[in-house]
C-alpha cells in the first residue's frame, strides 16, 4: 500500500477543492475536508474521498487558486474574503500565495 506523501494544504481533484490539515485529535494524522462555498462563505464539508487519495500532483495550483478567488471572492486557501484590491486582482491573499508556492516548489 503506497503510503501518503501529501502535506497539508489545499487540493483540487475531480473540480473538487479540498482541504488537508494536521488531526487536532491524532498526532501525526491528517484529516481532509471538502471545501464548499454557501452564502458567501467557505464550509468544511464531510470529504468522500480520502487524504490517500490525493497525491502531491493535486495540490491546488496558482491558476486554480486564483479562478477560485475570483468566482467566490474568497481566498481558496484559507477562506478569507478578499478585501485587498491587489489581493482581488490575483484571487489569492499574499500570504497564501507564499505559501502555495512553497508548497508546489516543495515536491
Ligand atoms: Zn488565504
Do not use: W
Not at 5 to 26: A, H, I, M, N, W
Not at 91 to 107: D, E, S, T, W
Amino acid at each position: 500500500m503506497p503510503t501518503t506523501t501529501v502535506e497539508p494544504g489545499v487540493y483540487t481533484k475531480d473540480g473538487q477543492v479540498y482541504e488537508v490539515k494536521q488531526s487536532r485529535r491524532f498526532a501525526g494524522s491528517l484529516t481532509i475536508k471538502r471545501l464548499e462555498v454557501s452564502r458567501g462563505k467557505l464550509r468544511r464539508r464531510p470529504s468522500p474521498i480520502r487524504v490517500e487519495d490525493l497525491s502531491s500532483s493535486d495540490a491546488i495550483s496558482e491558476e486554480q487558486a486564483a479562478a477560485f478567488g475570483h468566482e467566490h471572492g474568497i481566498c481558496a486557501c484559507c477562506g478569507r474574503a478578499l478585501s485587498d484590491p491587489e489581493s482581488v486582482a490575483k484571487g489569492i491573499g499574499p500570504v497564501c500565495l507564499a505559501n502555495l508556492r512553497r508548497m508546489r516548489g516543495a515536491r
